[in-house]
């Protein structure tokens, strides 16, 4: 594994290993940026993601939560913001959180971790961005 590689998945070990139940993205968003991760872009529905590191970039590809050929749904921000608040309250996993922000329309996110702010992406341009709260590890 390259030192890329290593850094990111001990980072999200020790981030899973020390994140709360309830508001855990924020310290896992901490972890990364202290491992060195500048920004994190996810895509939609295939569960890839790409980690912008200080030295490079690496991919994690997940398990895709659609295979075939489906119709894009259209962007809610309403239900997109119901979907956040239910993972940050602790009441979801992280694939119900994918699946449910799929739903609501997102076909990618952003994680800046330099400025703590996600945006969230639709198909035909839409938008919603979000700060998290700074935490002290």
């Given at each position: 594994?390259?030192?890329?590689?290593?850094?990111?998945?001990?980072?999200?070990?020790?981030?899973?290993?020390?994140?709360?139940?309830?508001?855990?993205?924020?310290?896992?968003?901490?972890?990364?940026?202290?491992?060195?991760?500048?920004?994190?872009?996810?895509?939609?529905?295939?569960?890839?993601?790409?980690?912008?590191?200080?030295g490079g970039c690496v991919?994690?590809?997940?398990?895709?939560?659609?295979?075939?050929?489906?119709?894009?749904?259209?962007?809610?921000?309403?239900?997109?913001?119901?979907?956040?608040?239910?993972?940050?309250?602790?009441?979801s996993t992280f694939l119900?959180?994918?699946?449910?922000?799929?739903?609501?329309?997102?076909?990618?996110?952003?994680?800046?971790?330099?400025?703590?702010?996600?945006?969230y992406f639709g198909a035909?341009?839409?938008?919603?961005?979000?700060?998290?709260?700074?935490?002290?590890?």
């Amino acid at each position: 594994m390259s030192n890329l590689v290593t850094r990111l998945t001990e980072a999200q070990k020790h981030a899973m290993s020390i994140r709360p139940k309830v508001g855990g993205f924020p310290v896992l968003a901490e972890v990364l940026s202290q491992a060195g991760v500048i920004m994190n872009r996810w895509n939609l529905p295939s569960c890839q993601s790409i980690y912008r590191m200080q030295g490079g970039c690496v991919i994690q590809q997940g398990t895709p939560i659609l295979t075939g050929i489906h119709e894009i749904p259209i962007f809610q921000k309403e239900k997109l913001i119901k979907a956040i608040r239910k993972d940050q309250n602790g009441e979801s996993t992280f694939l119900e959180f994918l699946k449910e922000t799929w739903e609501a329309g997102v076909v990618g996110y952003d994680v800046n971790f330099l400025e703590r702010k996600v945006s969230y992406f639709g198909a035909n341009g839409e938008s919603y961005i979000e700060d998290y709260p700074e935490v002290h590890l």
